[in-house]
């Protein structure tokens, strides 16, 4: 059986609290995979957001909860940190038995299981190639999920990428600081490569298509290599050469040092935003 038949056959209604850009891209996913749009029910309080998920997937999201809730096994919190408490309140009474997925940086199991009631929680940190199904997502599920609601949780996820559980939630803190927030620094890299060759004469659109081939052709030998990225980077850089100049004034100027203290910063963020939004 084809996985598309799979989703079909064993999803059950599912909803989303929150229909911006991370549930977008989770429900673009369950589509692609053949969940039909009628399994999939959104509360999404504005009303432009409603509207381009009536354009974009055919669903008529609700503006408030309400007990159309009731039908769904799997409830999706993909509401900011700082809406989530708010969020809670008048869904939890529709919600309390169904399996909870949020996707909140930051906000804590702990949290969520005082805001809805239940303790059948799974946090994640998906990241924004989940839109177009290259997405890396992180996992923790609180022990009172048993193997179905884990399983059931793989194939939501599953149909936007790649997926890794860990076994302690602080964890998840440095998934996102590594693969949640990361997108944005490829972004980061892409916009200074880009200016780089734009510099050295080429146009804006050249530099940007030389860029982004080399980030998707690096990552992909790096994903079929058995060698180390270290390897591989020394594989580019003949002694005295041209990439040989470029990485001796990136390490003279301590780029990967910037880059792990700046990810701790993320970490330390994640953290934060429990400590501000998680009571
Ligand atoms: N954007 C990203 O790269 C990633 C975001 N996240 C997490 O996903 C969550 C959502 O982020 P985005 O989708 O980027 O934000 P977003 O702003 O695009 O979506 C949040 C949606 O929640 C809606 N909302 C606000 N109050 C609400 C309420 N009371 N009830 C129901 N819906 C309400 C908003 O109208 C908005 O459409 C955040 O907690 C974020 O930490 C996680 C991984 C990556
Ligand atoms: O920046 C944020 O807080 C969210 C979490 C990871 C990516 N975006």
């Known amino acids: 059986m084809s996985q598309t038949n799979t989703l079909q056959t064993a999803f059950p209604p599912i909803a989303f609290i929150g229909g911006g850009n991370m549930a977008s891209a989770i429900i673009g996913g369950l589509i692609r995979q053949g969940v039909p749009a009628s399994s999939i029910t959104v509360v999404e309080p504005f009303e432009a957001s409603r509207q381009a998920l009536k354009t974009q997937f055919g669903i008529d999201a609700l503006p408030a909860a309400s007990d ?3 039908s769904a096994q799997l409830v999706v919190w993909a509401v900011k940190p700082q809406s989530f408490k708010e969020a809670a309140e008048p869904v939890a009474a529709f919600t309390r038995n169904a399996l909870h997925l949020s996707v909140a940086a930051g906000i804590t199991t702990e949290s969520v299981a005082g805001w809805t009631g239940t303790q059948r929680i799974v946090r994640a940190m998906p990241n924004t190639p989940a ?16 193997a179905a609601g884990k399983a059931l949780i793989a194939a939501v996820i599953g149909s936007t990428g790649e997926l890794t559980w860990v076994e302690q939630e602080a964890h998840l803190d440095a998934v996102t600081a590594l693969s949640g927030s990361g997108p944005a620094y490829v972004f980061l890299f892409l916009e200074a490569m880009t200016q780089a060759g734009v510099d050295m004469g080429l146009t804006a659109e050249q530099s940007y298509k030389l860029a982004v081939a080399t980030f998707a052709g690096g990552s992909e030998l790096a994903a079929r290599s058995t060698e180390s990225a ?21 390490q003279e100027n301590k780029l990967p040092e910037i880059f ?3 990810m701790r910063k993320a970490e330390k963020r994640a953290q934060e935003l429990a400590a501000e939004f998680g009571k």
């Open 68 to 70: 159309a809730l009731q």
């Open 230 to 250: 270290e390897v591989l980077r020394q594989r580019v850089t003949s002694k005295g050469g041209t990439t040989y100049a470029a990485i001796t004034h990136m």
């Open 131 to 146: 839109l177009v199904g290259k997405g890396m997502t992180g996992l923790f599920a609180r022990p009172e999920v048993d």
């Open 260 to 262: 792990i203290a700046a």
